[in-house]
């Protein structure tokens, strides 16, 4: 897959969290941008002294890859204060244009494995990339009835980015998805949407001999902080997985 070079053009945007901002573009060239989930793109930009810089971000996007490549890029975007690239989408207007670049990156599900279950553990905007595989993980459930865990960090209910959208997947997938809501700082109020059962007090680590890891049946996917992708990683090996099983991508904020 061709690495390359393209406009952005916005579609639109919306909250998804008090700092957290989902972006929809069009490659503003008309081509479509093919890529695998788990990939990222960069976008290109100039500091106030005309200095370049760039910043990454995982795709979003949600497509059906059966039916040829999709023309939406998606991405989130976490809100730094004093950041450049937070001004930079901030006041990006409806149509406003950014550079970008991809697709980057190889945390993606790889067609050769032949694990029973995958255990997906994110925090932040590092669930993104999950998003995204939502299409694949429903064809291997299908196809050969693939378990899988999504552990997901965040501080409170109202950071808790897609919630509305993993919950609705694990609906649909009772027997085969688990999401897992970990909240470090405040739980959900009884009775709403997000006080389901699978919800934990703490940190996703705190959690993960919880499910048992194995490593004749898992291949791990760490992605967010650079603490919890460590710490993670080495309890997974604790448990035996292999390093080739522990997929990780580290995001560490930029302003």
Known sequence: MAIQHFPLKLVSRRMLAPTVGHY???????????????????????????????????????????????EAVEIAVSYVAGGAATALFEGLEGGGRVDASGPFGRFCLMPADANKRYLLIGTGTGVTPYRAMLPQLDALIRERDIQVVLLFGARTPVELLYGDEFREFAARHPQNFRFVPCFSRELPEPGSAQAHADVRHGYVQQYLDEFAPSAGDDIAYLCGNPNMVDACFEALKVHGLPVPQIRREKYVSSK
């Open 24 to 70: 929809t573009f069009v490659r503003d060239d008309g081509q479509p941008l093919d890529f695998i989930p788990g990939q990222f793109i960069q976008v290109h930009f100039t500091y106030a002294d005309g200095t370049a810089t760039k910043r990454s971000y995982s795709l979003a996007t949600i497509h059906d890859h059966a039916l040829g490549p999709g």
